[in-house]
T-cell receptor, first 116, second 116 residues
Framework: AQKITQTQPGMFVQEKEAVTLDCTYDTSDQSYGLFWYKQPSSGEMIFLIYQGSYDEQNATEGRYSLNFQKARKSTNLVISASQLGDSAMYFCAMREGNTGGFKTIFGAGTRLFVKA | GAGVSQSPSNKVTEKGKDVELRCDPISGHTALYWYRQSLGQGLEFLIYFQGNSAPDKSGLPSDRFSAERTGGSVSTLTIQRTQQEDSAVYLC??????????????FGPGTRLTVL
């Protein structure tokens, strides 16, 4: 079964607007971590933001924030005030605390295009 | 400080040959991961090392794939008798505290393997 689902293969956003990238996950563990990474065309994977399953507040890092809905098992990434440099692939990932060892499962990714 | 480094950055080989890919993790990071990313796809977990523990090899696709980590630092991923379907970018990542809490993986630039 798919553990991490990113349903948007591609997204377009106008520069300076906000955009939400969707991610749902499936786990039976109570303890897990959720990550978002950015991969520009150059290929490097850049860590953006983390949400722990026990964190009560939604994580924020600069222009990045998470809309974490534990009951729905979703952790959507919100990018505010989009910039041209935000054009990239975005991957959602999960590490299960109990049953998954320390393996991290990645989604298929969403390609974001920021329009000038 | 220095990030994760990988070598070579590009490798072209002929079908049937063996290849070795190298990863130097961030100094002090006890966990090391290998992933494979085929063109336009997400990351596929291959293998995980943590300190002196037995590695988690559950993601290796066949017995042609193996990996070592010497002295808890440098790791080598070996692919024997390469096939064209092995062509991909091989990414290495390391992390500091896999035992709990946020376990952010920091990625190297990858090795692009092309099997002719």
């Amino acid at each position: 079964a798919q553990k991490i689902t990113q349903t948007q293969p591609g997204m377009f956003v106008q520069e300076k607007e906000a955009v939400t990238l969707d991610c749902t996950y499936d786990t039976s563990d109570q303890s897990y971590g959720l990550f978002w990474y950015k991969q520009p065309s150059s290929g490097e994977m850049i860590f953006l933001i983390y949400q722990g399953s026990y964190d009560e507040q939604n994580a924020t890092e600069g222009r990045y924030s998470l809309n974490f809905q534990k009951a729905r098992k979703s952790t959507n990434l919100v990018i505010s005030a989009s910039q041209l440099g935000d054009s990239a692939m975005y991957f959602c990932a999960m590490r299960e605390g109990n049953t998954g060892g320390f393996k991290t499962i990645f989604g298929a990714g969403t390609r974001l295009f920021v329009k000038a | 400080g220095a990030g994760v480094s990988q070598s070579p950055s590009n490798k072209v080989t002929e079908k049937g040959k063996d290849v070795e890919l190298r990863c130097d993790p961030i100094s002090g990071h006890t966990a090391l991961y290998w992933y494979r990313q085929s063109l336009g796809q997400g990351l596929e977990f291959l293998i995980y090392f943590q300190g002196n523990s037995a590695p988690d090899k559950s993601g290796l696709p066949s017995d042609r794939f193996s990996a070592e980590r010497t002295g808890g630092s440098v790791s080598t991923l070996t692919i024997q008798r390469t096939q064209q379907e092995d062509s991909a970018v091989y990414l290495c990542a390391s992390s500091l505290r896999p035992a709990g809490g946020q376990d952010t993986q920091y990625f190297g630039p990858g090795t692009r393997l092309t099997v002719l």
